[in-house]
């Protein structure tokens, strides 16, 4: 029944990726002879797009901020829930710019190999830590670490079994990790 689901979920991101390409091919031209507000329209509506392909398999980063750690151990305490907050490390904006200033035609292939490598991927982080991201994405250059600097987001890399236990809300494991950040 996993691999079924694991098909046809690959042959769902197969079939966005294809429309996908076929949408900016289309509107390529659109886009270079549109001034900077209606680029940005574009943008967003692409961004939104490639925001509605479903995650592959190894979508995360591995990367968590110490701040989700500390508010993870603070729920968990707390009796109370606590959800994971996705961070792209690549803005939307930016993947869509990409692919509509790519010089050559986009393909299926082009599209997934690009949304699987680089578009899908994304950190675990707060809420208030994915809001304040945003403020230094505004004019994103590629470099993603100088985002997460000047956020003054701390990320750390961590497995997926630590993962696991992270959001069992297992306190001993989160508490060890905190420490051994030096971040209390």
């Known amino acids: 029944m996993k691999n079924s689901y694991i ?10 990726c294809l429309i996908l390409a076929e949408i900016v091919n289309a509107i ?25 392909i479903p995650k592959p398999k190894d979508f995360w980063s591995g990367m968590i901020s110490i701040n989700t750690l500390k508010d993870a151990l603070k729920n968990f305490k707390e009796d109370k829930k606590f959800k994971l907050s996705e961070e792209h490390k690549i803005p939307r904006k930016y993947a869509a710019k990409e692919l509509l200033i790519y010089k050559n035609k986009l393909t299926l292939e082009y599209v997934k190999k690009e949304y ?8 675990y982080v707060t809420s208030k830590e ?14 993603s670490e100088k985002v997460y600097k000047n956020a003054g987001i701390q990320l750390i890399k961590i497995n997926k079994e630590i993962l696991k236990l992270i ?18």
């Not at 699987?116 to 950190?123: D, R």
């Not at 994915?130 to 470099?143: P, T």
């Open 130 to 143: 994915n809001k304040d991201a945003i403020l230094y994405q505004k004019n994103f250059d590629g470099d």
């Open 28 to 52: 390529k031209k659109i886009y270079k002879s549109s001034n900077n507000n209606q680029r940005a329209f574009i943008e967003t509506i692409i961004g939104a797009a490639i925001w509605y």
């Open 167 to 184: 959001k069992q809300g297992n306190i001993e494991c989160i508490e060890k990790l905190i420490n051994s950040h030096n971040c209390t």
């Open 116 to 123: 699987e490598l680089k578009y899908c991927k994304l950190h």
């Open 7 to 16: 098909s046809k979920k690959d042959d769902v991101i197969k079939g966005r």
